[in-house]
Structure formats: C-alpha cells, structure tokens
C-alpha cells in the first residue's frame, strides 16, 4: 500500500499544522415541508436542496456535504448529481459526499463521479469516506451485512490506489480485479481531498491516518470530548505511517434561529419523531425532553440555539478536539425549507464571524 500523501500536506511532519479554519454545513437531503407543515415532495425537497446549496456560498460557507441515503424520509440518493447543480449556480464553495457508503459503491465509479464534479466545479470537490451507519444501501444494491468490514477495507485501498493518478493494477476479492486500467476522467491538480468518516471506530482512525485521508468525527450524540483521544491517536498515526499533519474535522446535527427558544421548539419535535423512528431498527433510545436539553446543553452533541449559544459551543468544541473544521448537519425531516434557509443564513453570516473571533 502506498505512504505517499492523497491529501495537501500543510507543514513538516512533526509541527503543528498551519490548516485554516473551515466550516461547512452537511444535509442527508432530510425531507422538507411548506410553511404550513405540508410535506413536499422528492423531487421539491432536491430542489430545495439545491437552493440551500446556493445560498451557503452567497453567505461565505465553505462546504456543503450530502450524505447518502435511500429512505423516504432522506430521497437524495445521488449526491454528486445535486452537487453538480449547486456547482453551476455558485463559484466558491467546496461540495462533497457526507458521506459515500463506499462499502456499497463501487470505488470507480465514486472516483469517476467526483473526478467529473471536480472538474465542473473547477476544483472544488470533496469526498468523505464511510462504512455506512444507515444500512440501507446494502439490501438495495445486493451486500452482505456480514461483510462490512472487509467491504470497506478493500474498497478504501482500491480508492486510494486510483487517487494516485495513472494507470491502476489492483486485485482483490470484493470486485474485478485492475490490470494497469487507466481510469477517467483525470484531475487537474492532483487528488481532490478525501476524509473517512468516524463515528466511534480507533480502527477507522488508523485507516484513515494510514492512507493518509484526512479525519472526520461523526458526533451524533453524547460528550464530544471523548472524541479528544481519537484526534491524538490520528496524529500519533500519521507519524507513525511517516506522513505529514492533516486536518481534523467535526460533523455533528444542529439547528439555528434567532433565539434559543425558537430554535429548540423547531428542532425537538423532528429530531423526537426522527430518533423514535430509527430507534426500531439501531436501538437508538428514544429522547426525553430532559435528554434532549442534556444535549443542547455545553457538554452534549446537538448544536441548536441561537447564533451566540451555537458559536460558543463550536468554539470551545474545535479547541478540545484539536479541529479546525466544523460542519454542521442540519436539517430533520420535517422541518419547513423557511426554517433551513433561516438556519443556513444565519450560520453563514453571523455563526461563522462568531466563531473565528471568539478562536483569533
């Protein structure tokens, strides 16, 4: 396997990296509906998609995410065809997956598919990598659940292999082998960056550092600090694999209004209904008033308040985890496309100012 860097190394191996701060905001095509509570369809609610996309760059955000899924509630299953249509209409934002279950794609075509958004997007695509916490995938395009693991380890190492540009031998046991394959299209200037998705895995950490991706932690609930070891052990990693530093980012939900009353009294009643309906099938526990409160609290996962509550707690949060993106899920099914406008609008003008001055 190859120890050369995928990703833009930002300074010699052993300092501290230089990486700017980013921020982002990531969306699983969550359901929309009118003013008036009234679903929309699949088809408005990638419309809708589409121009929160837009906005994110009028208002200075730096990525937009979709992660991928295949239910009623979350109809955008193709990512990069969306992004594609954010692309044309901004000239700023960087778009990417949020993320690719890999385990249940074929990496060729994922590189293909975001080697032409690169391309269409003059250089601003992104991909994070993921096993996959929604399982929707495998039934649908034919995989086995009994191999997850081996699914996505061989499929990283292959993804790898074609990031490196030029003709591609490869063999393994998950898909058809490589016998020097040129692959298309090619990118411009070099790789595009590419994350792995962590939602609680040391393992997935040492992969990541060991391909030389850079890391996302997926904090979807509880203390973000017990996520501070996984950052030290990516970096231990990288050192030990002889790379240079590389980024570390946070993607965790919330929800932005004027207030914080607003915010949690528009949030809540989604964020219950939603948990309670994949509590059924990923024993997740179905949330309380008090344990919602515990989350949008200092020390919990959900990010839902107004402009200074959820500034304050991103600052403080990048600090302890040793991040220098954020991107915040937004977004639950249900929620009214006014509300998610509001939200994008006010986590671009007023969060995201916020932030970097209380981090200056």
Do not use: C
Request: charged share 20%; no cysteine.
């Amino acid at each position: 396997m190859t120890t050369a860097p995928l990703n833009t190394p930002a300074d010699s191996a052993g300092e501290p990296a230089p990486f700017p701060l980013e921020f982002g905001i990531d969306t699983f095509g969550d359901r929309t509906s009118d003013d008036s509570g009234r679903q929309t369809t699949h088809a408005q609610t990638i419309r809708d998609g589409v121009e929160q996309g837009v906005l994110a760059d009028q208002v200075g955000e730096d990525f937009i995410g979709i992660g991928e899924h295949h239910t009623d509630d979350f109809p955008l299953s193709a990512a990069d065809v969306v992004l594609a249509a954010i692309a044309a209409r901004t000239t700023r934002i960087h778009l990417g997956s949020a993320v690719t279950v890999l385990s249940s794609d074929d990496p060729v075509r994922v590189f293909q598919r975001y080697s032409t958004l690169n391309a269409v997007s003059g250089g601003r695509a992104e991909v994070i990598l993921g096993r996959g916490s929604s399982i929707d995938s495998f039934p649908l395009f034919g995989y086995d659940l009994a191999d997850y693991e081996d699914l996505f380890e061989e499929k990283t190492n292959l993804f790898a292999e074609l990031l490196k540009g030029g003709p591609v031998t490869w063999q393994g046991k998950t898909r058809a082998s490589l016998h020097d394959q040129d692959v298309v299209p090619h990118t411009e200037s070099g790789p595009f960056p590419t994350w792995i998705g962590v939602g609680g895995s040391p393992q997935s950490v040492i992969r990541a550092a060991h391909y030389g991706f850079s890391l996302m932690l997926a904090i979807i609930g509880g203390s973000p600090t017990r996520f501070a070891p996984f950052s030290q052990l990516f970096q231990q990693a990288l050192e030990r694999f002889d790379r240079s530093p590389l980024p570390v980012g946070v993607h965790s939900p919330g929800h932005v209004a004027a207030t914080d009353e607003r915010a949690r009294d528009e949030f809540w009643p989604h964020y219950l209904e939603t948990i309670r309906r994949f509590s059924k099938i990923r024993g997740f526990a179905v949330p309380t008033r008090e344990s919602f409160a515990a989350e949008v609290g200092p020390h919990g996962a959900l990010y839902v308040g107004s402009p200074e509550t959820v500034a304050q707690k991103i600052a403080a949060n990048l600090t302890t985890l040793g991040a220098n993106r954020f991107d915040l899920k937004y977004g639950m099914p249900g929620l009214a496309q006014s509300a998610l406008m509001t939200n994008v609008e006010l986590y671009g003008t007023q969060v995201i100012p916020r932030v970097r001055e209380l981090l200056a």
